[in-house]
């Protein structure tokens, strides 16, 4: 995978003392006593085998401790499936995934220590690249690892992932959440979905440019979904294009922005003061929704908050 996919990873969370703080207490909660498997669940320690891009091996019928790898994909995976997430590396889960509260959020690079010390039965992975941040080799060697996919549809990757560990319960009941969001939308924004036109940008000052996301992103999916269309030549851009400043004039006929940010800190307010931006014909009448986090990357969760940044968006466009 690309290192432009880590956008700065936020490491801030859980230091070690605190992590072992973590395991400790779920290692006691253990000692007291699990609560009694529901009648017709897998016997403890039963596998079944899976075929991934990693191989055919062996992964727990009901996983005890997963470690979820990145915050973005393989978190919203392990959630949304019903997986018993014990960590998650890189950066805090969005405000939009419902992970566990105080999920202990690893240093990256992943460190060997730390994740022994969760004694994980599971491990969801990016197997984009098994490089420093999405080591699947190494840490195969520590339990098995079902890997996920930053570069095919969300929908594609998570129905996969489902049928590799047989949770198509938990796959159905997410996906019928996600699609009456979508739903809902194109109810509302029917005659602007069919008649309006806009640009998913992102402002990177430090480079004076804007990228272009559209081709296989998250937005663009989503949007498709909706049944919205990108504005003129946007259509034809790869995902993550950079535009120089002076070149965003093109954009002038785009009926509405929604404009991505990779962090909490918001970009709007800091683009105020960018005459080509400004000017725009629909940055000047306001038709512009801002991100409250970083959509760029996900799975179904981010899909869903997509949907309702550009609910928000169409309803300014009419």
Do not use: H
Not at 8 to 36: D, I, K, Y
Not at 141 to 166: E, G, K, M, N, Y
Not at 242 to 267: C, H, I, K, W
Request: charged content about 20%; proline content about 7%.
């Amino acid at each position: 995978m690309s290192t432009a996919l880590l956008e700065r990873p936020v490491v801030e969370n859980a230091t070690r003392r605190q992590l072992l703080a973590a395991v400790g207490a779920t290692g006691l909660l253990a000692a007291c006593g699990r609560p009694s498997a529901p009648v017709g669940a897998a016997p403890a320690g039963a596998t079944r085998s899976v075929t991934t891009s990693l191989g055919t091996y062996d992964v727990p019928v009901a996983p005890v401790s997963v470690l979820a790898v990145d915050s973005r994909v393989d978190l919203e995976t392990a959630v949304a499936l019903g997986l018993p997430v014990s960590a998650t590396s890189l950066r805090p889960p969005a405000a939009w995934v419902p992970a566990p509260p105080g999920l202990p959020v690893l240093k990256g690079p992943i460190v060997d220590e730390e994740v022994l010390a969760l004694r994980p039965d599971l491990i969801v992975c990016s197997a984009e690249n098994d490089g420093e941040y999405w080591p699947t080799a190494r840490l195969q060697r520590i339990a098995p690892v079902v890997p996920t996919s930053f570069d095919v549809p969300w929908r594609t990757d998570l129905t996969t992932i489902a049928t590799q560990l047989d949770r198509r319960d938990a796959l159905d009941r997410v996906l019928a959440e996600y699609d009456a969001v979508a739903a809902g939308v194109r109810e509302r924004r029917r005659g602007a979905l069919a008649t309006r036109r806009i640009v998913v940008a992102q402002w990177r000052p430090e480079a004076g440019t804007f990228v272009v996301n559209t081709a296989g992103r998250l937005q663009q999916q989503v949007l498709t979904d909706l049944g919205g269309s990108l504005a003129g030549e946007e259509r034809a851009y790869a995902a993550d294009q950079e535009v120089p400043l002076e070149e965003m004039s093109r954009f002038r006929d785009a009926d509405g922005f929604y404009l991505q940010n990779t962090g909490t800190e918001r970009a709007l307010a800091t683009m105020r003061d960018v005459p080509v931006w400004r000017e725009l014909p629909a940055v000047r009448a306001g038709k512009v929704v801002e991100t409250t986090g970083n959509v760029n990357y996900g799975s179904v969760y981010s899909a869903m908050q997509v949907a309702r940044d550009l609910d928000a968006l169409y309803a300014l466009l009419g």
